[in-house]
């Protein structure tokens, strides 16, 4: 392992108007300096945001894989050669940390089986933000993604979360693309019960920042008008101080 390079697990900002020192430490900008491997989400947001964080090489010599749909177990085994060779490499989303919530671990399953040495890099995630911010139990907690887009089969998905976060004392964490918040909002408005807690946070680390933890019952009598910005949901219906 010692004669091979490694796969850095870089995070992004949350929001381009953040700075790098809020998100990011500086030793983790010094390491990205000598990469000129990354797999990455969206080529145009990466380079970007490496420019953002201060990168200097010219991205002529730099290679970007397209870490999408597309890519292939071949392609991914080539990005790995040069790592194997002794070169370093990186992995990037296009916000928060990779692989979590975002494309990324089929790559650094593949780096484990070669060998690679995978270092994770401290830096934001919108989940990991967002729980600590909520007040709801952070002892046990899910992540379930987006739910259902069929408004029968997510309502159902709503009160079997509620059921299971009640049985199981687990604070139920999910997503929604920007423009579907108030979809996913007004479905766990109504699904939910009036006692249930749910947190609403959205635009992380954005001027609009905003982390709130109420009932149910509070949220009917005080909707939220939301922006086309990414949003995080918490729900928990089992208590309101977490138990140990």
């Known amino acids: 392992m010692s004669s091979s390079g490694r796969l850095w697990l870089l995070p992004a900002y949350l929001n381009e108007q953040a700075k790098p020192d ?3 430490p500086s030793a983790c900008i010094q390491i990205i300096q000598s990469i000129r491997y990354f797999a990455v989400e969206t080529p145009k947001i990466a380079r970007h ?3 953002a964080i201060g990168y200097v090489s010219d991205f002529s010599l730099t290679y970007l894989m397209p870490l999408n749909g597309d890519v292939s177990h071949t392609q991914m085994v080539d990005f790995l050669k040069p790592v194997k060779e002794g070169h370093d490499a990186a992995l990037l989303s296009d916000a928060g940390c990779p692989a979590v919530a975002d494309p990324g671990a089929h790559l650094v399953q593949l780096a484990h089986q070669l060998e690679i040495e995978v270092c994770p890099l401290v830096g934001p995630s919108s989940l990991l933000l967002a729980l600590m911010g909520s007040g709801l139990c952070g002892q046990r907690f899910c992540f379930h993604g987006y739910l259902p887009t069929d408004k029968n ?3 159902q998905k709503i009160r079997l979360l509620e059921q299971e976060s009640r049985q199981q004392s687990q604070t139920q964490i999910m997503i929604e693309t920007p423009y579907r918040n108030h979809v996913l909002f007004e479905s766990l408005l109504l699904n ?3 006692e249930s807690l749910l ?3 959205y635009d992380l680390h954005g001027p609009d920042q905003c982390i709130k933890t109420h009932t149910i019952q509070y949220w009917r009598t005080h909707p ?3 922006k086309k910005v990414p949003c ?3 729900l928990n219906a089992s208590f309101v101080t977490c138990k140990e």
């Open 153 to 155: 089969m997510r309502a």
């Open 224 to 226: 939220v008008v939301f």
């Open 199 to 201: 947190c609403v946070a």
């Open 49 to 51: 945001y490496l420019r």
């Open 22 to 24: 809020m998100f990011l």
């Open 192 to 194: 939910m019960n009036s």
């Open 232 to 234: 995080v949901f918490l």
